[in-house]
């Protein structure tokens, strides 16, 4: 999949040659996967706000592309939905000692979740919100940067065979957005040279369904190419099957592994639950590999690759350490009465890690 | 005139092993939905108090069934379909879509979601819309940061709309078809009744642990009339209210926008569709 | 190779099969040519080859079709992908990848070929498409016609022994595309690979078809040989229809050809230039000084000139010399950093878009994204609703050709449907300003007769016309000036018989047979004298 097309009309001019190495998919994805891992094991907003301002550096060191551009849009959105959910957060449910200001209230009964709307705002409640929108709006400049650099084709070839489909839907679906808001842009153009005085939001409701059906089109249109060159040809049975089976276990055994994690903290089960998960997914590639495709040339791993991966595998080790230490306030609560959370270089240099792709970038761009 | 719909003499053997399995990975994944929902109803004791807290310890282990399960679904399906890429773009497409809608809210939490996600599992059947349903829910979980212990539930309740979509599509799908304004209104009928179904079911994994009001509440041991009664009060006092919106919400959407939708999605169904003479 | 018998094709809700009862065979090393109006069903034709009719496009499907020994009723066509390589009209929704090497790679790698045989097939099918240089780059820096020439190489390496083409130079503009027939011309030749292509550019390729399979509409099809089928075809290129009209036996493909019987022509009084410009009239455009620039490109530089009403101006010039822009920039689309446009004394910069729309039509280069209703008709009903003018809807179907097409949905319909149904939209409010960019491209010669007399009639009706096209023919059909933009500047502004005969690249068929001021066959034979 590629999103070529919508992509073209914006930089069209001037094709500059191609830079000799792009970064491995593969370490792309370890930088991904380490980076959401390392700021879902924290909740102090001191790591949280320097994995943002990580995340955004390495961002902006690959908006560039034209990519980076298409996705441009959404990170902002993202950004946006980010910032306005500290406010929503604070309104729907304020509770704890520190009351910083006192709003209009509306209750509802105490056995329907006893949620208030407005009533005492509290820095208890205002640090949780900033904390859990600071943590959103890094995995979207994270998935911003990531997108923008990333091959999709060859993020799709990573699967294995039994599962290049569900990585196929799962890059229609990650293309789709920026190909669906191009396209919208195309109809738009053509109301407004038909007349249409709607602009802005007004226009949005006449604008869906031509977009959908512009979105379905294209994609299947693609569908159709992919089918005429023999994409899912041949019986991928056997070791296939079996591959797709423990690739699927793995994932489940590593999701429940994250969101045990995620919902009651570090604990020694889940940890083995995601390890033993990411072991089966492994066990599914390794098994998927030898069936049926093969690669032109498989993706390069260059130290700078290794680099990245091991900088992220790192981190994520560096936050799980000085989470289950308890050492530098990792899983800080705001909770019951809001204190400064403590700070321990440990946490700083586990997140300056997830750095490692803009010095890449860095370091290939004064080397050209 | 001898009609063989999506099957290939070539895909038929395997085909036919598949078009079992889907079916049975269709009824696991309603199962564990089921077992979910229900088991609290049959402890004898119950600890009472913050339902997050409680069943929070379940939720990863739930949503890791769930999605074991949903994507076996989905490979299976896949494989049913004879591998197709067709079947995997339109999906993404479709998901992506219901996701996205559920983003933007109309007045009062209406969205364009069930609306869309209704339309899409009357098209494409009960397996495509269950994944239909819990694949754009789980999507838009990011976007709206829904992530909670009750997000399994929701997935299993949205993915219930889409398979019952289906069902209405396969049942009366034939019958309608042709018959745009009774199409129409059966559908927002449809879309009129889970508008209030859904919040009344996914209220249903957290009410066995509410302990407040005994008249609306549970108690364990309960029989099956007094617990709906019990429940019928607590819904009505609860959500109701909110849910009304959903429901109008619904039928408008349905009603406004249903016919160019349901053509739309229609055309890219038959497309597909061969028929041998 | 071929071979193809009582084959019926309709698709789901339509009232009458696209293909029936169709049998004809294809031998090995072929080149065929699949002719017939837009909407024929050319497209589908081809589909059935490859079976991706009835695998992935559903309907009711009835005969059969063997290609190289396999039938498609049972082979997928990814099964059959080894054997017949497909490539589309539209070059952006074909590819997969993101690299050149990684889109010649993918059909290999999904077939699970051994790497070393696969660098070697890339190598051979790299020098033979002349890609070599672009080997590295992404894809989205190709140009349209390079990217064509990237999928035909993708399906290359699967090593085909039958190539289907489906218009593959609807998108593309007249060098790209010429360059793009050639090589197809040269696969068939040296490779012997079968080749069946639909294609309405006959004059580029006509000359190097074995047999044409010409499908009149109401689903046959016929098959013959080229010179057969080209003394009777009401589809044929211009120096076929000059050879037709003089008498020449056999008729002449090419201009080559032409040329020994030209030579005996006794001399013939060249048409007088006509100049549409009048003094005492109002211009309808007047732009003065214009500059417009992209981020940091400067796309139009310095360009004055005026439309009169009543006159058909064509816009040429290389891809990327302006032409999109200006009619962009006349259309309100694109702001100018200097410079003044008027259309009928209103400045351009003062109105929005959605103001101009009354008196200003801009039909795109793309037609699908013009079009967002759910029916033909809906889509004209859309521009009297939101132009507030009045008029038929009928009429405007009329005009185009498209009674029978006006249920339907314009995505079902082919390129050249679309592409009329754009234009019916857009010009059904009467505007006085029509503005066309590229509006030829997917067209056959019937369609661009029809549009040219449809523009003509709005001439007279004292509409001014704007065309930026690279189809010479088209613009010495029916254009009375010819602007050439080099780099965003006008390079030469005259009257279409001195612009066209005085231009190495820029010259018809016709004129390059008789040289003088002959533009089109009309010109030599008299008006009505064309079919």
Redo the contacts between chains.
């Keep these: 999949m590629t999103i070529a097309g919508e992509v073209r009309s914006a930089s069209q001019i001037g094709a500059p040659p191609e830079a000799g190495h792009r970064l491995h998919p593969g370490a792309w994805l370890a930088w991904l996967s380490g980076g959401c891992a390392a700021v879902f094991l924290t909740s102090n907003p001191l790591y949280l706000s320097l994995a943002f301002l990580v995340g955004t550096g390495v961002y902006l060191s690959v908006r560039e592309s034209p990519k980076g551009r298409a996705f441009g849009a959404f990170v902002l959105i993202g950004l946006v939905f980010a910032v306005i959910s500290i406010p929503f957060n604070v309104l729907t449910g304020s509770s704890g000692p520190s009351v910083i200001a006192t709003m209009p209230e509306l209750s509802f009964p105490s056995w329907f979740g006893g949620f208030t709307l407005g009533g005492d705002i509290t820095g208890e409640s205002l640090m949780t919100a900033t904390n859990r929108a600071l943590g959103i709006a890094t995995l979207v400049v994270f998935a911003g940067a990531f997108n923008a650099s990333i091959d999709h084709f060859r993020l799709m070839r990573l699967a294995p065979r039994a599962l290049s489909q569900l990585m196929l839907t799962l890059t229609v679906a990650i293309v789709v957005l920026p190909q669906a808001v191009a396209h919208a842009r195309s109809v738009a153009e053509a109301q407004r040279l038909r007349g249409k005085p709607a602009r802005g939001l007004r226009a949005l409701p006449g604008l869906l369904l031509p977009t959908l059906h512009g979105a379905l089109e294209r994609s299947v249109q693609r569908a159709e190419s992919m089918d005429a060159r023999g994409f899912g040809g041949g019986d991928g049975a056997g070791g296939g099957a079996f591959a797709g089976v423990v690739g699927v276990l793995g994932l489940g055994v590593a999701t429940w592994g994250a969101f045990a994690h995620y919902w009651y903290g570090a604990g020694l089960l889940p940890t083995l639950a995601i390890a033993g998960g990411v072991v089966l997914v492994g066990i599914a590639l390794l098994r998927g590999a030898g069936v049926e495709t093969t690669r032109l040339r498989a993706d390069r791993w260059a130290p700078l690759d290794a680099f990245i991966a091991i900088a992220a595998v790192l981190a994520v080790v560096l936050m799980l350490a000085l989470r289950m230490n308890g050492a530098g306030d990792a899983g800080y609560l705001a909770y019951p009465e809001v204190v400064a959370p403590a700070f321990h270089p440990v946490g700083a240099i586990a997140m300056l890690l997830l750095l490692a792709p803009a010095l890449a970038s860095g370091a290939r761009g004064t080397r050209s | 005139m001898a009609s063989a719909v999506m099957a290939t003499p070539a895909a038929r053997p395997r085909a036919r092993g598949a078009a079992l399995l889907s079916p049975l990975l269709l009824a696991a994944v309603c199962g564990v939905g089921l077992v979910a929902y229900l088991y609290p109803f049959f402890l004898a004791d119950i600890d009472r108090g913050s339902p997050g807290v409680v069943r929070a310890g379940e939720a990863p282990l739930i949503f890791a069934a769930l999605l074991s399960l949903a994507l076996l679904l989905f490979l299976a399906e896949l494989t049913r379909q004879g591998m197709n890429a067709k079947i995997v773009a339109l999906l993404a497409v479709v998901t992506v879509a219901a996701a996205a809608l559920r983003i933007p809210t109309l007045p009062a939490g209406a969205t364009g979601f069930f609306f869309f996600l209704i339309v899409a599992g009357y098209v494409f059947g009960p397996r495509l819309g269950f994944l239909v349903g819990s694949g754009a829910l789980f999507v838009s979980a990011f976007a709206v940061g829904g992530f909670g212990p009750w997000l399994p539930f929701q997935l299993f309740a949205a993915g219930w709309v889409g398979m019952t979509a289906g069902w209405l599509g396969v049942l009366a799908g034939p019958r309608l078809r042709g018959r745009g304004r009774t199409e129409l209104v059966v559908i927002a009928v449809f879309a009129g009744v889970w508008g209030m179904l859904f919040g009344a079911i996914t209220n249903l994994w957290f009410w066995p642990y509410v302990a407040q009001g005994d008249s609306i509440s549970w108690q364990p041991g309960m029989g099956l009339g007094e617990a709906i009664q019990h429940y019928w009060s607590f819904y009505i006092l609860t959500s109701a209210g909110w849910d009304v919106w959903r429901t109008i919400g619904n039928v408008a959407l349905v009603l406004l926008a249903g016919r160019p939708v349901l053509d739309l999605l229609t055309r890219y169904r038959d497309r597909f569709q061969i028929r041998f003479e | 190779m071929i071979a193809v018998e009582g084959l019926?094709f309709s698709?789901?809700?339509a009232e009458r099969p696209v293909l029936q009862e169709v049998s004809f065979n294809i031998e090995p090393g072929e080149l065929v040519l699949v002719i017939g109006p837009s909407g024929s069903g050319k497209s589908t034709l081809l589909r059935c080859l490859?079976g991706?009719v009835?695998?992935?496009?559903?309907?009711?499907?009835?005969g059969s079709v063997v290609v190289d020994g396999q039938s498609t009723?049972?082979?997928?066509?990814?099964?059959l992908?080894?054997r017949v390589?497909?490539v589309?009209q539209?070059p952006?929704?074909?590819?997969?990848?993101?690299?050149v090497?990684?889109e010649l790679?993918?059909?290999?790698?999904?077939?699970?070929?051994?790497?070393a045989a696969?660098?070697k097939r890339?190598e051979e099918v790299l020098d033979l498409m002349r890609l070599a240089p672009f080997r590295?780059?992404?894809?989205?820096?190709?140009s349209g016609g390079e990217l064509q020439r990237v999928a035909i190489a993708?399906?290359l390496t699967?090593q085909p022994r039958v190539l289907l083409l489906d218009e593959p130079t609807s998108q593309l503009d007249p060098q790209a595309a010429e360059e793009l027939l050639t090589t197809v011309q040269r696969l068939n030749d040296d490779l012997g690979l079968t080749v069946v292509m639909a294609e309405h550019r006959l004059e580029r390729v006509v000359q190097y078809a074995d047999r044409v399979l010409y499908l009149p509409g109401d689903g046959s099809v016929v098959s013959s040989g080229v010179r057969e089928a080209m003394e009777t075809s009401p589809l044929a290129p211009p120096v076929v229809r000059l050879g037709r009209g003089l008498g020449w036996s056999p008729v002449p493909l090419s201009v080559r050809e032409g040329r020994k019987f030209a030579a005996n022509l006794p001399a013939r009084e060249a048409p007088h230039s006509t100049n549409g410009r009048s003094a005492d009239r109002q211009p309808a455009i007047t732009t003065r000084d214009l500059h417009v620039s992209?981020e940091n490109?400067r796309a139009l530089c310095g360009v004055s000139f005026e439309a009169y009403p009543g006159e058909i101006l064509a816009l040429m010039g290389r891809n990327?010399a302006g032409k999109t822009t200006l009619l962009r920039a006349l259309?309100g689309?694109v702001r100018a950093d200097s410079g003044s446009a008027h259309v009928f004394g209103m400045d351009v910069a003062t109105l929005?878009?959605?103001?101009l729309?009354?008196d200003v039509?801009?039909v795109?280069q793309?037609p699908?994204?013009?079009?967002?209703r759910?029916t033909v008709e809906d889509e004209i009903a859309?521009?009297f609703a939101?132009?507030?003018r009045s008029g038929s809807v009928e009429e405007a179907l009329r005009e185009w050709g498209l009674e029978e097409l006006r249920r339907a949905?314009p995505?079902?319909l082919s390129a050249g449907e679309r592409q009329r149904t754009a234009l019916a939209?857009?010009l059904a409010?009467r505007p006085r300003v029509v503005l066309l960019d590229e509006p030829t491209r997917g067209m056959d010669y019937e369609t661009k007769e029809q549009l040219v007399n449809n523009l003509r009639r709005r001439c007279e009706d004292g509409c001014a016309v704007v065309i930026a096209s690279h189809d010479v023919e088209l613009v010495g059909r029916c254009a009375d000036r010819v602007l050439l933009l080099s780099e965003g500047e006008v390079a030469v502004e005259g009257p279409v018989r001195e612009v066209l005969t005085e231009s190495l690249t820029f010259s018809t068929q016709v004129s390059k047979l008789l040289g003088g001021q002959f533009l089109t066959p009309e010109d030599v034979l008299g008006e009505g004298a064309s079919m």
């Design positions: 019926s698709y789901p809700q490859n991706l009835p695998h992935f496009h559903g309907g009711t499907y009835a009723r049972e082979h997928q066509p990814r099964d992908a080894g390589g497909m589309f539209d952006e929704s074909q590819i997969v990848a993101e690299t090497e990684d790679a993918f059909g290999m790698e999904t077939a699970g070929m051994a790497p696969m660098r890339i590295n780059r992404r894809l989205e820096t190709l993708a399906v699967m992209y490109t990327g259309a689309l929005e878009t959605e103001e729309a009354r039509a801009l795109s793309e699908s994204a013009v079009l967002y759910q859309e521009t939101s132009t507030g949905n995505a079902d939209a857009m409010g």
